[in-house]
């Protein structure tokens, strides 16, 4: 199987100093006074994968650890310090709770344009509404703004655009935990059908029955270093008698 | 650059979208909205005419259409510049949690201010219908200078949102700037006065001339008002503003992209 997913030596830093310089009149002070200091945190440190087409792909790790960090950088979200992430095909990310959402529009129109977000035409979207309200199951709230409803709810509509027009690569950060269990048993279902598709799946998330039920590797974050990468039984059973 | 021909093809619904959107909620206010955007240039016009014209004694023939015309090149580029110097931090939430090119947000603001102005142009016409001003066939070109000064902003849009991402007090410094721009190009003063002021052994023309604006305005006077096609040194003046400042925007953008998540 070919590579969908390739990364590099990836290291990320992010700057943590306690008083950032965001304007021009700080920027000079700080000059003059020498103080223009940079902390710099590693949330990644060379971390290094290839994920095949068609693989489910967990990552495990604490609080902190980097999961996310890895997602945004592979989703193009964030360039990494140094090395290199490389996808092949589209991507859908669900990163966060609500990406791309204006929780001040309806339902209605946040499909639309998180469709556009994703880079899909507006023709395409009017198209597989239907289908989309559907699969969340709300079709009871479909003008009504998203502000009033329940982070469940926002979770579903966010997972049915995502996936309603079968990506190469989907990317899936812990958003599955907030549907109630039902809806988590149809989105695993739906993972598994886009499985049999050929989409390449990227998971994280604390459930670690959920990355045994789904996912065929597994890599193990510790404080931005890859302390585990290979088959999902061997890094479970490490991670769980940690 | 075919990769970036195809990603910008790519979101070009997402930007109409965004225009779109922006359109709806400037002009829902009241079923007025449309005709609101009409008035209110007149009627400015008209207010600024009697001050001017009237109580300063300006000598200078069809005062409210010469203001207008004026206003709508220059308030263009002001609406677009000032909006897109905050787009990118306002799209923070975006930017954090999707891909997207990031120049859609500068974009978006320019285009936006764009199709306001055309709107707008229906007031200068109005307005010029008041005024008598006589008709020329040279007003079918009305779109070329507004194709330089759309080049132009977009390049200072894009520098503009570049700055204030690492340095949030530009806004502050650019609302001071474009005040004293706006009195640095003919808008309310005739163009006469450029050359008629003295200042030592200076006129006032030794400054402007450095100005890409008053080429853009005194454009597109010429050909809606004047009957009069600028020649080739003018478009030549014109053509090279609003390509380095494109090129100059875009580089700075490019450059510095990478690092707005890091700081929005
Ligand atoms: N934009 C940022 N600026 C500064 N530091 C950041 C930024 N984003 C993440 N970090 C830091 O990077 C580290 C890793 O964060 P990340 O969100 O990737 O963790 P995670 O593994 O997803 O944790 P969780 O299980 O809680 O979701 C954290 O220590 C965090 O403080
Ligand atoms: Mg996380």
């Known amino acids: 199987m070919p590579n969908a997913i390739e990364v590099n030596n990836v290291t990320m830093k992010f700057n943590m100093s306690k008083d950032k310089v965001d304007s021009i009149k700080e920027y000079f002070i700080k000059m003059c006074k020498r103080q223009l200091r940079f902390e710099e945190f590693t949330a990644l440190q060379n971390v290094s994968v290839n994920i095949e087409k068609g693989d489910v792909f967990g990552i495990v790790g604490l609080n902190g650890s980097g999961k996310s960090t890895f997602l945004k950088v592979v989703s193009g979200i964030l360039k990494p310090t140094e090395g290199w992430a490389k996808t092949y095909g589209t991507i859908s990310p669900l990163i966060e709770l609500g990406a791309g959402f204006d929780m001040d529009l309806t339902a209605r129109e946040n499909v639309l344009l998180n469709g556009l977000v994703l880079g899909y035409t507006k023709k395409h979207m009017k198209e597989k509404f239907d289908e989309i309200i559907e699969f969340a199951e709300l079709q009871d709230f479909v003008d009504v703004a998203l502000k009033n409803f329940s982070s469940g709810m926002v979770a579903r509509l966010g997972f049915a655009v995502a996936t309603i027009t079968k990506p190469d690569i989907l990317i899936v950060d812990e958003i599955l935990s907030v549907g109630d269990f039902l809806f988590q048993q149809k989105c695993e279902e739906r993972i598994k059908e886009l499985m049999a598709n050929d989409t390449t799946v990227l998971i994280v998330s604390h459930s670690i029955e959920q990355i045994e039920r789904l996912c065929k590797h597994v890599m193990w974050l510790d404080h931005g270093n890859v302390k585990m990468l290979g088959d999902m039984k061997t890094v479970c059973d490490a991670y769980k008698s940690m | 650059m075919k990769a970036y021909l195809q990603t910008f093809t790519r979101y070009r619904h997402l930007l109409m979208d965004l225009v779109a959107r922006d359109l709806k909620v400037k002009y829902r206010r009241s079923a007025l909205g449309f005709l609101w955007s009409i008035l209110n240039p007149i009627l400015m016009a008209l207010v600024i005419a009697v001050v001017f014209s009237q109580m300063f004694k300006f000598k200078q023939p069809y005062y409210a259409s010469y203001y207008l015309t004026g206003a709508l090149i220059f308030n263009f580029m002001s609406e677009a510049t000032s909006n ?66 759309f080049v132009f902003t977009v390049g200072l849009s894009l520098l503009l949102a570049t700055l204030n991402v690492f340095f949030r007090d530009v806004g502050h410094l650019y609302s001071v700037f474009i005040t004293a721009w706006m009195y640095l190009t003919p808008l309310i003063y005739p163009e006469s006065l450029l050359t008629d002021t003295r200042l030592g052994s200076f006129t006032l023309m030794s400054i402007v001339q450095f100005n890409p604006m008053y080429y853009y305005v005194t454009y597109f006077r010429r050909v809606v008002m004047d009957g009069v096609i600028p020649g080739l040194e003018v478009n030549l003046i014109c053509a090279a503003c609003s390509l380095f400042f494109l090129v100059l925007g875009v580089w700075a953008f490019k450059r510095k992209q990478d690092k707005f998540i890091l700081y929005v």
Not at chain 2, 131 to 136: A, I, L, N, T, Y
């Open chain 2, 84 to 149: 897109s110097l905050t787009s990118v931090i306002s799209g923070a939430s975006l930017i954090k949690k999707v891909y997207l090119p990031k120049y859609i947000f500068p974009l978006q603001k320019t285009v936006f201010a764009f199709v306001n102005m055309l709107f707008s142009l229906v007031a200068v016409i109005v307005m010029m219908l008041i005024d008598g001003v006589p008709f020329h066939w040279t007003m079918l070109l009305f779109p070329i200078p507004m194709i330089y000064v």
